[in-house]
């Protein structure tokens, strides 16, 4: 909080996490780049499941090879909640998220392929769980000063810290809602985040 309103201009976002095979096709056309932490473990790396080990920075390299960029932490809620108000865009209750998302309850302990569960009403998939999702904006703890434009809220110098935004296949209901939101530092590399494109 504070509830702010926001208007958000026309965007792009991708239906999808991207994935490992698409990450591959990347790596593959960068060949000095590092593989993502985890890359070898086949819980985690099948081609269609979404790839995680990423960190921001390299996530930033891949949007930037795609001709594309990271979500605004503006754009991703409005996209994720896809006119909706509940908790999850299915609905308020945990039963609500097992249709849209894989999470501590139902993920059995990895992640899964992307588009198994319900996608909101624009069609995007897995934006509930499966992966926390790098956005462009920088931490802050509250929304005081907040943009209202929808842009991403950079600092100056930049922020130590970076949003993530969705939940994962670890955590709890509670951070897979539309409003849940995190933080790490840009170079994490972890299991349990990954990245779409917008």
């Not at 930037?64 to 509940?86: K, N, P």
């Not at 501590?104 to 588009?115: C, E, F, L, M």
Request: charged share 25%; glycine share 10%.
């Amino acid at each position: 909080g504070p509830i702010h309103e926001v208007r958000v201009p026309e965007f792009y976002m991708g239906r999808y996490p991207v994935t490992n095979e698409e990450y591959g096709r990347f790596l593959k056309d960068n060949p000095s780049r590092a593989v993502p932490a985890n890359w070898a473990n086949r819980e985690l790396n099948q081609p269609r499941q979404p790839v995680v080990g990423v960190s921001w920075e390299d996530a930033h390299r891949y949007a930037s090879w795609a001709g594309l960029r990271l979500a605004t932490e503006a754009e991703w809620e409005y996209a994720c909640r896809a006119g909706t108000r509940s908790r999850f865009y299915t609905g308020e209750s945990e039963k609500d998220l097992d249709q849209a998302g894989w999470y501590d309850k139902n993920s059995g302990g990895r992640t899964h392929p992307v588009g198994e569960k319900t996608p909101n009403a624009w069609g995007l998939y897995d934006m509930h769980g499966n992966v926390w999702e790098w956005v462009e904006d920088d931490w802050h703890d509250s929304y005081k000063k907040a943009p209202t434009n929808g842009s991403a809220w950079i600092d100056k110098p930049r922020g130590s810290n970076r949003v993530l935004r969705g939940g994962g296949w670890l955590y709890d209901a509670r951070y897979c809602r539309s409003s849940s939101r995190s933080d790490y530092r840009p170079g994490l590399l972890s299991g349990f985040v990954g990245f779409r494109l917008s």
